[in-house]
């Protein structure tokens, strides 16, 4: 049955929006994608990044992953497989996006898992823990940092202190820092709150998540940014701060 859905849809699809925007696909065919931006996500079902910004078809150039993770850059290259880092490298190098967004977002089963560790039920599982070991440090300061706190005010800390490591570690790629250096390309961090339907982007200056509620927003890294200004330590150090929600 959920094969079936899938397969009317694509039906629907067709019939429907492709002809409708007939004339936008046949320019994707003949030109090929020119995305400006880049949205590196979360592969939660619950979360796709093309509904919740309502882009068309080559809009955005995406990579989704479990957490939104960038993993740091490895240097020089290797011959292992890296999946996430050479989507990035094509979308800076290849396409010349403008922008990169890392979209973390509320309720994150990967961000989940990393905060309980052995307790977690997917503990066990052959992958997960060796990915999500990207944000490991992120999280072993957030639960020194908030001891005492419940485990839902961790696991949003993690979320999005994991999502400002993310940007952090876009970074480390050279040619990447480079454009950003030349003021060619921005860096986003975002968390989306699915509970309450709210976007919510990274403020360097004051090392918080404030509420978007237009079409303008802070970017999180750009011509200019120092570095110390994204470590996710500040976003933790500013959450500990605060009272428990």
């Known amino acids: 049955m959920a094969l079936d859905r899938l397969l009317q849809g694509f039906a629907d699809f067709r019939l429907g929006y492709y002809r409708e925007h ?11 994608q ?3 931006i880049l949205i590196i996500a979360c592969a ?8 919740l910004t309502q882009t068309r078809p080559g809009d955005i150039f995406t990579v989704r992953n479990v957490a939104a993770m ?21 979308a800076v190098r290849g396409l010349g996006v403008e922008h990169v967004v890392v979209l973390g977002h509320a309720l994150c089963g990967g961000i989940a898992a990393l905060v309980d560790g052995e307790a977690s039920a997917s503990a066990g ?3 997960l823990s060796t990915w999500i070991a990207v944000a490991r440090t992120v999280r072993d300061i957030a639960v020194h940092d908030l001891a005492g706190r419940p485990r839902e005010e961790i696991v949003r800390a993690v979320e999005q202190a994991s999502v400002v490591n993310s940007v952090a570690n876009l970074m480390g790629f050279p040619w990447l820092a480079e454009r950003v250096a030349a003021g060619k390309l921005v860096l986003h961090a975002w968390w989306f709150n699915l509970k309450e339907g709210q976007l919510y982007a990274f403020n360097p200056d004051t090392a918080v998540f404030d509420a978007v509620t237009g079409v303008a927003v802070t970017p ?26």
């Open 34 to 36: 020119s995305p400006r």
């Open 44 to 51: 939660d079902a619950r979360v796709d990044p093309g509904i």
């Open 220 to 245: 999180t890294v750009q011509k200019g940014t120092r570095l110390s200004a994204i470590k996710p330590e500040r976003l933790l150090l500013t959450l500990a701060n605060k009272p428990a929600f």
């Open 22 to 32: 007939l004339d936008l696909f046949e320019k994707l065919a003949t030109e090929g």
């Open 70 to 90: 960038v993993p740091p850059a490895q240097f020089p290259p290797d011959t292992r497989q890296h999946g996430t880092s050479s989507a990035i490298e094509f």
């Open 125 to 127: 599982y052959d992958y």
